[in-house]
C-alpha cells in the first residue's frame, strides 16, 4: 500500500512537472532526478538549469542499509563556499542534518536526510549569477567518499 502510493505520488510530481515544461517558456520549472546508494553516490554528479528558473531536485535513497548507518540529502551550496570545510564542520551538527550552523547561509537548498527506499525533495529558484554551484551530501563522511555534484547556472 505505501509502496503504491509513495509511486503514485512521484508519477504525479513529473506529470505535473511534463506539464509546466510543455505549455510555457525557458522559465519552466525544471525537474532532476537523483539517487543515492549505499557505495556514497549520487547517480546525477552534474546538470544545468537557466539562471532564474525554478528548479526541483527529486531524490531517492536507492540503497538497503538503515537510515541511523546511511542516510543522504542533496544540499546545493553558494559557488564560494569551501565545501570541504562545510563538510568536515557539519559532522557534530546532527540537530541540523548535519548542517554547520555557522555556515547555514551559504545553503541554496537542502533536502531533507532520507533512508533506505525514501524519496525527498526541494523546489528552490536557481540564481541568477551564472556559474557552477556545488552540491553536497552532508551525511557524515560521504561528501569525502564523493557523494558531491555541480549544478550549472547557464545565463540567458
Ligand atoms: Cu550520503
Not at 504525479?12 to 510543455?22: D, I, R
Amino acid at each position: 500500500m505505501m509502496k503504491i502510493n509513495r509511486n503514485l505520488l512521484k508519477t504525479g510530481a513529473l506529470a505535473a512537472g511534463l506539464l509546466v515544461l510543455t505549455s510555457t517558456s525557458i522559465w519552466a520549472e525544471k525537474v532532476i532526478e537523483i539517487t543515492g546508494n549505499d557505495q556514497m553516490k549520487y547517480d546525477i554528479v552534474a546538470f544545468e538549469v537557466e539562471a532564474g528558473q525554478e528548479v526541483t531536485i527529486i531524490f531517492k535513497n536507492i540503497g538497503k542499509l538503515p537510515k541511523v548507518a546511511m542516510a543522504h540529502n542533496v544540499v546545493v551550496l553558494k559557488r564560494e563556499t569551501d565545501t570541504m570545510k562545510f563538510a568536515q564542520t557539519g559532522i557534530s551538527s546532527k540537530d541540523t542534518d548535519y548542517i554547520p550552523p555557522a555556515m547555514k547561509d551559504s545553503v541554496i537548498a537542502k533536502t531533507g536526510l532520507a533512508g533506505s527506499g525514501e524519496t525527498v525533495k526541494v523546489t528552490f529558484t536557481a540564481p541568477s549569477e551564472p556559474g557552477d554551484y556545488p552540491y553536497v551530501c552532508t551525511f557524515p563522511g560521504h561528501f569525502f567518499a564523493g557523494m558531491k555534484g555541480l549544478m550549472t547556472v547557464k545565463g540567458s
